[in-house]
């Protein structure tokens, strides 16, 4: 299958002088969602966002499909960027408390007229049935439409984020910890939430978490982190081989 996302060799050292990648390679393939689990400080936001390109590369390349992002130059990547979808811990952040849940929600297919992602063509000259479609898609009634975010629970505000990054049809969505900030029994609805959107949609996903056992429920392939490299790459169902890295078998005793 096609690689949809893929790096090579990256690697970033903050002004601090703190190495926090040290040469890491990934691929993504078309469908398919990897995981990438690792403590807290191990480099996996930093790797997230160099792959989304806010971050600015020492050494390495990033190509999205056959395109070299860590040749372009900015006006460039901002244009590509709509094919890279992020949903990152902190729902309240993502949502300007401003606009009403509409607004934020159309915000990527308002600035992009012409996508016409397959599951909204029915809908997509119409902004409001376009908005209830997505809402519908992620579990939430569509009185919320014209709510404001502060009305919204935590995973409310999270489900309108995903709705928002699957919105214009991606070719990769990364999560960095989306349920990090949630309740035990809403992590588990989202999780659920995301699965389901990625088998029916076809979506490809890099999933990045501290907690190996949410990363082990959405991934069949599964990367883990340690002091900015990976230390073990393996399927799901090896997870409990003996072969599994030192610090990969601690990360699943904490589980
Ligand atoms: N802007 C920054 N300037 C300097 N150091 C940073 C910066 N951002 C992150 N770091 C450092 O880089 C290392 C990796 O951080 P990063 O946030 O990528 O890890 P993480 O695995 O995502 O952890 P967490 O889940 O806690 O965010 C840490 O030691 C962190 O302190």
């Known amino acids: 299958m096609t690689d949809i996302l893929t790096a090579r060799n990256i690697k970033k050292t903050y002004s601090s002088g703190h190495r926090a990648l040290n040469g890491v390679s990934i691929s993504i393939k078309k469908g398919e969602c990897v ?26 390349e990033i190509f999205l499909q056959d395109q070299p992002l860590h040749l372009m130059p900015k006006k460039e990547i901002r244009k590509i960027r709509r094919h890279m979808q992020a949903v990152f811990q902190n ?33 997509r000259d119409n902004r409001e049935l376009c908005a209830n479609r997505l809402l519908e898609m992620v579990g939430i009634a569509s009185r919320y439409l014209y709510c404001y975010p502060h009305e919204l629970s935590g995973g409310q505000k ?17 999560f960095d910890e989306p349920t990090a900030s949630l309740d035990v029994y809403t992590q588990g609805k989202i999780l659920t939430l995301l699965k389901e959107l990625q088998e029916q949609l076809e979506l490809s996903y890099l999933f990045i978490s501290h907690d190996l056992s949410a990363v082990c429920f959405l991934s069949e392939r599964i990367l ?32």
């Open 158 to 174: 999270q489900r309108v984020a995903i709705a928002r990054a699957i919105s214009i049809q991606p070719s990769v969505i990364i």
């Open 224 to 255: 883990v982190m340690k002091n900015g490299e990976f230390v073990d790459h393996f399927q799901k169902d090896d997870l409990f081989s003996p072969h599994r890295h030192p610090y990969t078998k601690q990360l699943s005793l904490t589980w």
């Open 35 to 60: 995981g990438l689990a690792g403590e807290s400080g191990s480099g996996k936001s930093t790797l997230a966002r160099c792959l989304l390109m806010l971050e600015k590369l020492d050494e390495g």
């Open 91 to 123: 729902p309240a952040a993502a949502l300007n408390p401003k606009r009403k849940i509409i607004d934020s929600l159309m915000e990527a297919l308002d600035a992009y007229p012409h996508v016409n992602p397959v599951y909204l063509q029915d809908v």
